[in-house]
Antibody, heavy 126, light 109 residues
C-alpha cells in the first residue's frame, strides 16, 4: 500500500515562505500525477495544484497561482510545494494525494485520489 | 473554474438509506469521485466513476451519475458512516484544474 507522509508545516508570518514535502513509500510514485489539497480549519476540501508524473505539466488553483510552485523528485519519491508570499487565508491542513486516471472505452476518464497523506498544518499568522 | 454543489447536511436513521448528491457542469464531462472524512482524519476514497468501490469499502456504498448530477448512496447506514462526504472531479474541459464540492455532513440518527 502506498503511504504518503507530508512534512514542513508550521507557523509562518504573512509574506514569508514555506516548503512542504510529501514522501511516498511502499511503491514508487513516479508513474502517477500528484496533487496537493488543502483544508482550512473547520472548512471543506480545496484543490490546490497538480503535477504530472514526470513533472512536465503543473496546474494551480487561481488562489495560489503565481505564489506556489510544485515540483517532484522521482528518484527520491518526493513531492515538494514551495509556498511564497503566504497569506492568512493560506492557513490550512495540506494533504498530498496520488491520482489514478484511466481512459475508458468511449473516451470518459476514470479518476480518483486513491491515497492521501495525513496532512501537515500551515498557520500563517503574525 | 466551475463549482460542485452539495447539500451542507443530511441525516439518516440508523439502518436506512441515504443519498448524497453533487451537481455541477463538470459532471457532464467527467465522473465524480467521493471521499469520506471523519474528524481529525484524512479523506478516504469511497466511490469513483459510475459505481466503483475501492477494496475495503463496504458494499452498502454505491454511486451513480446522470447529466450534471452524481450521487452517493449508503444503503443501510451505520453509525460509523457518520462523516463529511466530498465529491470531486476534473474541472470543465479546457481547464486543467480540479474541483471539490463543499461537502455534506452526514448524521446517523
Amino acid at each position: 500500500q502506498v503511504q504518503l507522509v507530508e512534512s514542513g508545516g508550521g507557523v509562518v508570518q504573512p509574506g514569508r515562505s514555506l516548503r512542504l514535502s510529501c514522501a511516498a513509500s511502499g511503491i514508487s510514485f513516479s508513474g502517477y500525477a500528484m496533487h496537493w489539497v488543502r483544508q482550512a480549519p473547520g472548512k471543506g476540501l480545496e484543490w490546490v495544484a497538480v503535477i504530472s508524473y514526470d513533472g512536465s505539466s503543473k496546474f494551480y488553483a487561481d488562489s495560489v497561482k503565481g505564489r506556489f510552485t510544485l515540483s517532484r523528485d522521482n528518484s527520491k519519491n518526493t513531492l515538494l510545494l514551495q509556498m511564497n508570499s503566504l497569506r492568512a487565508d493560506d492557513t490550512a491542513f495540506y494533504y498530498c494525494a496520488r491520482e489514478i486516471s484511466e481512459l475508458l472505452p468511449g473516451g470518459m476518464r476514470l479518476d480518483r485520489f486513491d491515497s492521501w497523506g495525513q496532512g501537515t498544518l500551515v498557520t500563517v499568522s503574525s | 473554474s466551475s463549482e460542485l454543489t452539495q447539500d451542507p447536511a443530511v441525516s439518516v436513521a440508523l439502518g436506512q438509506t441515504v443519498r448524497i448528491t453533487c451537481q455541477g457542469d463538470s459532471l457532464r464531462s467527467f465522473y465524480a469521485s467521493w471521499y469520506q472524512q471523519k474528524p481529525g482524519q484524512a479523506p478516504i476514497l469511497v466511490i469513483y466513476g459510475q459505481n466503483n468501490r475501492p477494496s475495503g469499502i463496504p458494499d452498502r456504498f454505491s454511486g451513480s451519475s446522470s447529466g450534471n448530477t452524481a450521487s452517493l448512496t449508503i444503503t443501510g447506514a451505520q453509525a460509523e458512516d457518520e462523516a463529511d462526504y466530498y465529491c470531486n472531479s476534473r474541472d470543465i474541459p479546457g481547464n486543467h484544474a480540479w474541483v471539490f464540492g463543499g461537502g455534506t455532513k452526514l448524521t446517523v440518527l
